[in-house]
Nanobody, 128 residues
């Protein structure tokens, strides 16, 4: 069954680092795209980072550039989101999403409807 499952969230202090994992189930293709989104309390869900399974392209929201790194392990069918120098404003539920990449990745990577499968989310809470 095709899907994704996130893990790695938790309660951390400002300045700490965290690595979130997203395990993809079912068959994967080099054209698949994977994205991370987050939703803070009382806010809409927002794009964080995206990567194509072939690893050729990555994209980041301006607000996380320099602190967040998205990567993938093809052998493990897993995508990671490394978060450094965590801030209280990073507190949110982080969602992993998977898409088939049929439309241009460079144009649609930040759109929620570009992704077909979503995980349940993993909570990240950053205390000051």
């Amino acid at each position: 069954q095709v899907g994704v499952v996130e893990s790695g969230g938790g309660l951390v202090q400002a300045g700490d680092s965290l690595r979130l994992s997203c395990a993809a189930s079912g068959r994967t293709f080099s054209t698949d795209v994977m994205g991370w989104f987050r939703q803070a309390p009382r806010n809409a869900r927002e794009f964080v980072a995206a990567i194509r399974w072939n690893g050729g392209s990555t994209y980041y929201a301006d607000s996380v550039k320099g602190r967040f790194t998205i990567s993938r392990d093809n052998a493990e069918n897993t995508v990671y989101l490394q978060i450094n120098s965590l801030k209280p404003e990073d507190t949110a539920v982080y969602y992993c999403a998977r898409g088939d990449g049929r439309n241009p990745f460079s144009i649609y990577y930040y759109r929620e409807n570009y992704y077909n499968y979503w995980g349940q989310g993993t909570q990240v809470t950053v205390s000051s």
